[in-house]
């Protein structure tokens, strides 16, 4: 059982969510409102344990009287708002803004991308075949983890994972501008020579597979990742006493890749590099 | 915080030119030679220690790009190092500013403008020029790289250019707007025995006037005194610029001889409210394109409990076609920093910063000497005018950002940020600045507020129309007779301003609002110059560019240099502005030798693209980039 922190009391704040009178606790956002009123509105860039960056501008909806739409994910509930999720206007730019995406990077491992292109009936091949795509290699530089930029929205949760948000490291950041604009080290550095130290908490809110465990990277490369055959198993990490939560994900009993639960009160499913990626010893069998 | 630097060290130039602006540093932690007994008992660092000094960033990136021309792994190690920022978030600064290189590059890097308004007077003409003369654009040839450029805001002389040179300051250079020599050129090279000159505008540019400055930027001819972009200087009937070539700009006593300083006296015989409720009573409403009523501004920010208080001076103009405020700035620099100071007393603020374009050399140069003028006499500092007020300003100089004209882009630039403009709300009123409760007004709104208070809210209104009072200045480039900036109450007809600048014989547009405003033709010039008017003619004043295109000029040219210009100058932060715009640029290349069917398809694709950047952008830029594009389909059958 996990233990959930009491938060003192909230207000409720009224306002109307599709033609529906809506009451969610002060603080809350249309997305949240949404969700536990089970509308669903997709989103790429939103994360349970990150500030909204509202960067994918995915899940933007309808508020009567403003001059442009507003993300879902950021913005909050206010009293007297009238918000419609499913306006033609709020349904054009998901659908324009799933092409732009689906254009010019691989969503190829982003979860519920096919999905919602299907949904918004979203042409990524109508820029035609030159459209400007963003064209990365991946970059190996390390045993751990493998960055594949050409999977990168630039949903900036990597960099606040990294920065001020959770791990106080601040080995990345974004370089460049505009279409140009990449996440990076100082310099272009490889990853051992940077601040890096291996939690890989931005693996954890990579929206996209844009980052990936090597083994993962490696088997999808050799076409042997098989998710729905893999199990996952929570248990608690040896490797000192605080006590982390790790979810072991084992395919042909094998340890493939570790996360950690995002409700725990411990980790907010953040871990260290022993908790991450440390779990080779386990399955030597010498 | 993980600190972790490279082994790449400075080289003795770069370490002197960021321990110019930051002093020595203190201890071995932040880079000096070696850590002391006394440092090693004692641990630095840590999030706030990052967070207090985080703002000397770009000011010490510039120091490192003037010195050295580029900014090198060393430098950037060493600039982390004195103000405890991670390297990677100062190398994503670095990397966002077109002014930085962090490449190797030459000390000479020469700007060749080929906006709108210098491409309607042959920029590319001049560009081929230098191509056959100093190589491809991007290749160094004899000490010195030249570039095409975004607008410089050089439009009335056009085609335009500015070198940079980037090098020491001569021991005992003064800078030239102190000596009153104030039509000298701009950079510090007017001080007596020089042999260096860090920058040199060539405007009209040819390319053998350019490859003559680039190979020695000391001999480049001197500007034009700013009161030559006034057509209409000396007419009593100017109220904005009135003093813009009457006027010696680096003489605070001129300045006072002609009315200046009374308005902050009535302010400070107004007092705060009293100030803010004769800007309501005048109707002035911003001039940077939003058109905010100023007195509302002032008065949220003034109310709010958290403090302290900012005001921040946007004068990073930086709209194609724009350069009103580079003209008030270098011909009238008292007046903005007079208004700056009321407007601080009007919000409760003791700290004004200008956030000025990084092209406007001259204009920083007359700032700076005006504001250490102003100190000198009590006009700034403690105890302004004797009144117990405190306030001071200072400069930001920007690094070559459009982007960074918006007003949550400011804060996030002179914080030390990455350009990119914050999502509102919160708007800047609550939190702007540093967090805190701040004001942003553009130069020209700022100047505006002097009159008001001069002669009364009453007698300011009764210029112009009810909605739009006051006077308006227009940046009028292109195709006219007498390209400049122009001053006329609101209510007067495009044709009226046309008149004043002599039209051209066949005219075929005129982009009003600039790159974000929208195209009229030459049967709609009756359209009023107010707000209220342009608005229901479908366009926009914006920022006051009255580009004027004769029907030489071939559209679909025009409209892929706007596109460009977007393009380049997305941040990049929010997916419909950071792909829409690459998506519009290549839509535009497609269709630009088509008409009718051929480009149907591509304009059809163009307008939901635009649709969504309109709708779904986080900031303005993505918001308008559409905007000129689709009036010129659709107003002026540019495909057709």
């Known amino acids: ?286 | 915080m993980d600190l972790r630097y490279t082994d790449a060290v400075p080289s003795d130039a770069e370490r002197e030119a960021v321990d110019a602006l930051l002093g020595p540093p203190p201890s071995g932690w932040e880079g000096g030679a070696e850590r002391t007994d006394e440092d090693l008992r004692w641990a630095k660092g840590g999030a706030s220690a990052a967070r207090d000094r985080r703002d000397q960033l770009l000011p010490a990136l510039h120091t490192v790009n003037d010195r050295v021309g580029w900014i090198s792994e060393g430098a950037l190690n060493y600039i982390c190092r004195r103000l405890t920022v991670p390297p990677a978030e100062a190398y994503g600064v670095a990397t966002f500013y077109a002014m930085f290189s962090v490449r190797p590059r030459p000390a000479k890097v020469l700007h060749v403008c080929t906006d709108l308004a210098c491409a309607a007077r042959g920029s590319a003409a001049v560009c081929t020029d230098l191509t056959d003369r100093l190589g491809p654009p991007g290749t160094p040839a004899e000490g010195a790289v030249w570039q095409e450029s975004p607008c410089l805001g050089l439009c009335e002389r056009a085609p335009a250019a500015l070198l940079l040179q980037a090098g020491a300051e001569p021991s005992g250079a003064e800078p030239s707007g102190a000596d009153g020599n104030t039509d000298a050129g701009s950079g510090s090279g007017s001080g007596s025995g020089e042999t260096f000159r860090h920058s040199a505008v060539v405007a009209p540019a040819t390319a053998s006037a350019l490859v003559a400055a680039a190979r020695s930027p000391l001999d480049a001819p001197a500007e034009p005194s700013p009161a030559a972009a006034v057509p209409q200087a000396g007419d009593p009937a100017l109220v904005l610029l009135r003093r813009v070539g009457t006027v010696d700009p680096a003489s605070l006593d001129d300045y006072r001889a002609a009315g200046g300083y009374s308005a902050l006296r009535r302010a400070f015989a107004l007092g705060p409210a009293g100030v803010i409720r004769e800007v309501l009573d005048a109707g002035l409403v911003g001039r940077g394109g939003a058109a905010f009523p100023t007195g509302r501004k002032w008065q949220a920010t003034a109310q709010q409990a958290d403090g302290p208080h900012y005001l921040v001076c946007n004068a990073d103009e930086s709209e194609p076609g724009t350069f009103k405020d580079r003209v008030l700035m270098e011909g009238d620099p008292y007046a903005l920093i007079e208004a700056m100071t009321v407007a601080g007393y009007a919000i409760g603020a003791r700290q004004g910063y200008i956030y000025l374009r990084g092209e406007y050399p001259r204009a920083h140069e007359r700032l700076a000497h005006a504001l250490t003028s102003a100190r000198t006499r009590g006009l700034l500092g403690p105890d302004v005018l004797g009144q117990g007020y405190a306030f001071d300003i200072e400069i930001r100089r920007g690094a070559g950002a459009y982007i960074c004209g918006e007003e949550t882009a400011i804060f996030n630039s002179i914080e030390g940020q990455r350009g990119e403009p914050r999502s509102k709300p919160p708007f800047p009123v609550e939190k702007g600045l540093f967090g805190k409760p701040t004001a942003v007004n553009n130069v020209e709104t700022l100047v505006n507020v002097l009159p008001i208070l001069e002669h009364g809210a009453a007698a300011y209104a009764a210029t112009g129309t009810e909605t739009s009072t006051g006077t308006k200045l227009f940046c009028v480039s292109g195709q006219v007779a007498r390209p400049g900036v122009y001053e006329l109450p609101f209510g007067a007809n495009l044709r009226d301003l046309l008149d004043l600048a002599g039209p051209p014989e066949r005219l075929r547009a005129v982009l009003l609002g600039g790159a974000a405003g929208g195209f009229v033709r030459p049967d709609e010039l009756d359209v009023p110059l107010t707000f209220e008017g342009t608005r229901a003619a479908g366009t926009t004043l914006g920022s006051g560019v009255v580009l004027v295109l004769d029907d030489t000029v071939e559209l679909p040219r025009v409209l892929l240099r706007i596109a460009e210009f977007f393009r380049d100058e997305s941040c990049g932060q929010c997916v419909p502005c950071r792909v829409g715009t690459v998506r519009q640029e290549e839509a535009l290349h497609r269709i630009v030798d088509r008409t009718g069917a051929a480009a149907a398809e591509d304009i059809a694709l163009m307008r939901e693209v635009g649709q969504a950047m309109r709708d779904a952008s986080i900031c303005g830029l993505g918001q308008t980039a559409w905007n000129a594009v689709e009036s010129a389909i659709d107003r002026l059958g540019v495909y057709k």
Request: glycine share 6%; aromatic share 6%.
């Open chain 1, 1 to 286: 059982m996990t233990a959930v922190p009491l938060q003192p009391p909230r207000r409720l704040v009224s306002f109307t969510l599709d033609g529906e009178e809506s009451r969610v606790p002060e603080g809350s956002t249309i997305l949240d409102a949404c969700r536990s009123a089970g509308t669903d509105i997709p989103t790429l860039c939103q994360g349970d344990t990150l500030t909204p960056k509202n960067a994918c501008r995915v899940c933007v909806v309808e508020v009567e009287g403003a001059r442009t739409l507003a993300p879902a994910c950021s913005r909050r509930a206010e009293p007297g708002m009238t918000v419609r999720t499913d306006t033609e206007r709020a349904k054009h730019s998901r659908k324009v803004v799933l092409e732009l995406l689906a254009s010019s990077t691989d969503l190829s491992t982003t979860p519920r991308a096919a999905e919602w292109i299907k949904e918004y009936e979203a042409k990524p091949d109508r820029f035609g075949e030159d459209a400007a795509r963003v064209d990365e290699q991946p970059k190996i530089d390390n045993d751990l983890y493998v960055r594949d930029y050409d999977k990168c929205i630039l949903c900036y949760k990597c960099v606040d994972a990294c920065g001020e948000q959770w791990q106080n490291t601040f080995a990345i950041a974004v370089s460049g501008r505009g279409f140009d604009a990449r996440i990076s080290t100082e310099h272009d550095a490889a990853l051992p020579d940077s601040a890096c130290v291996f939690c890989g908490n931005c693996i954890e809110v990579c929206p996209t597979g844009a980052l990936s465990f090597s083994t993962e990277f490696g088997m999808r490369a050799a076409g042997t990742w098989d998710e729905p055959a893999q199990t996952q198993t929570t248990t608690v990490c040896a490797y000192c006493g605080v006590g982390c939560n790790v979810t072991l994900h084992v395919q042909d009993n094998e340890i493939v890749k570790v996360t950690s639960p995002h409700d725990n009160p411990v980790t907010h499913g953040n871990l260290c590099i022993k908790g991450r990626f440390g779990f080779q010893h386990v399955q030597n069998r010498d």
